[in-house]
């Protein structure tokens, strides 16, 4: 513990110098100050734990040096010194949040005993910082895999209908006005995968150049899906009307600093543009349908517009009239992509892109639309309360399903069925 003292008495400097060097306690005195001026500089010096100061003094006050310390250094302690007739005068340092103060003459046990005193506040109060700092890191980490969790489920469509996505958008702070996703795939060229240490390694790699040939981009979350396989969210809008070109460079620099550097072959898909990140499902799916093309054509870099993807006719194929179906059978539930995949026996993102063709709507649409005309129907035709029909449709949470049900219709329920009554 670092200990400044000031007193313009040089003996009474001294006498208490010696008692503290002669405790046999870990306490350094960094300085002893003749006046306040000098303390002043000395302590934006040494930055002391404890100041131990006489209360009279000539110029700068023991009062007025506690409150500079207050502004400038709110950590270190304050201990005045002062006698019988300044009694009152001192009682100002309660409102400067001064630690102590004591009566001259002061006996020397009983600065040693108030300096104990400090110390183990020093300490708890340290301690506590330290905890809470932990506790932050923690919080953030903790958060920071919740959004990355988050951004996983909502691009492989493993979110059920009912989740509030504008609402966790807001909570995890994912700002994208305008963004791709990439999805790359790297396979070593001289050994197959199947040691999880090397194929680890090299996932770290491929890691640290990706982020390295992508640093320009500001607003970029990166999500591992496997050993060989990673995806990333990229903000474009700093990227201007050229933002095409600027990644198809960094992505196949990406690719040759793989092969050069690594010894993997490194296959990338990209998606189209999307700026609302409800729509990130769909474009996760564009950027595995590229990176899939990209294999089979052997190409480094595939971009999903480039390619020839033609549209169906205007009829419903029979595995979209089985997932119609079974969504019409379902939606009141709390439905995921992924329960009508399984229903139907398609790949989750095979049917999200062959369902948007044929529908003209993604999943999500499809099924708040379906719900939003039911609650329609029994704010007409019903008495029961606002909650009631939200949850007859499928939405949990009375504030969602007013939200989303306003912005379908342009009224929140309660205007609809005033409107309806009128």
């Known amino acids: ?14 006498g ?3 008692i503290i060097k002669k405790s046999g306690r870990d306490w350094e005195i960094v300085a002893e100050c003749l006046s306040g001026e000098e303390a002043l500089s000395a302590i934006d010096f040494y930055c002391p734990d404890v100041v131990i100061s006489d209360i009279r003094m000539y110029g700068v006050s023991g009062i007025e040096l506690a409150e500079k310390i207050r502004e400038k250094h709110s950590d270190t302690l304050v201990i005045l010194l002062t006698g019988y007739a300044e009694f009152s005068y001192a009682q100002q340092a309660v409102k400067l949040n001064v630690f102590d103060y004591l009566l001259k003459p002061t006996p020397y046990k009983d600065i040693l005993e108030c300096l104990s005193r400090a110390e183990a506040y020093i300490k708890e109060k340290r301690h506590k910082k330290l905890q809470e700092a932990a506790l932050s890191t923690q919080l ?39 963004f791709i996703i990439l999805n790359l795939c790297h396979v070593s060229a001289k050994k197959p995968p199947g040691n ?5 390694s090299l996932l770290d790699c491929s890691l640290d150049i ?38 198809r460079e960094m992505a196949t620099t990406v690719s040759d600093m793989l092969r050069e550097k690594l010894g993997v072959k490194c296959h990338i898909g990209i998606s189209e543009t999307r700026n609302d990140a409800e729509e990130m499902f769909d474009c996760y799916n564009q950027s595995v349908y590229a990176l899939e093309t990209a294999k089979m054509k052997d190409e480094p ?3 999903f517009e480039d390619l020839d993807y033609s549209l169906p006719k205007n009829t419903y194929s029979k595995t979209i009239r089985e997932a119609l179906d079974y969504i019409d059978r ?8 992924k329960d009508v ?14 369902f948007r063709r044929e529908v003209g709507k993604t999943f999500s649409e499809y099924v708040k639309h379906k719900r939003i005309e039911l609650a329609k129907k029994l704010l007409k035709e019903s008495s029961l309360k606002l909650y009631e029909v939200a949850y007859h449709v499928g939405i949990r949470e009375q504030s969602y399903f007013s939200s989303l049900f306003k912005k379908e219709t342009g009224m929140t329920p309660k205007q609809y069925r005033e409107h309806i009554e009128l």
């Not at 920071?144 to 059920?160: C, I």
């Not at 990229?234 to 070109?245: A, G, H, R, S």
């Open 140 to 178: 953030s980490e903790n958060k920071a895999v919740l959004r990355e969790k988050f951004l996983h489920d909502l691009m492989k469509g493993l979110l059920p209908v009912s989740v509030d996505v504008p609402e966790k958008i807001k909570e995890y702070q994912i700002d994208f006005s305008r």
């Open 341 to 354: 995949a399984e229903a139907v026996y398609l790949n989750v993102w095979y049917l999200s892109d062959l």
């Open 1 to 14: 513990m670092k200990i400044l003292l000031v007193d313009d008495e040089s003996i009474v400097l001294r």
């Open 210 to 247: 990706f982020r390295e040939i992508f640093s320009e981009v500001q607003n970029m979350v990166v999500i591992t899906e496997s050993l060989q396989n990673f995806a990333a969210v990229l903000e474009t809008v700093p990227m201007k009307d050229d933002w095409k070109e600027k990644v």
């Open 196 to 200: 999880d240490c090397r194929d680890k």
């Open 330 to 337: 379902n939606f009141q539930d709390d439905i995921s992509l």
């Open 16 to 18: 208490i110098s010696t």
């Open 301 to 303: 870099v595939l971009f």
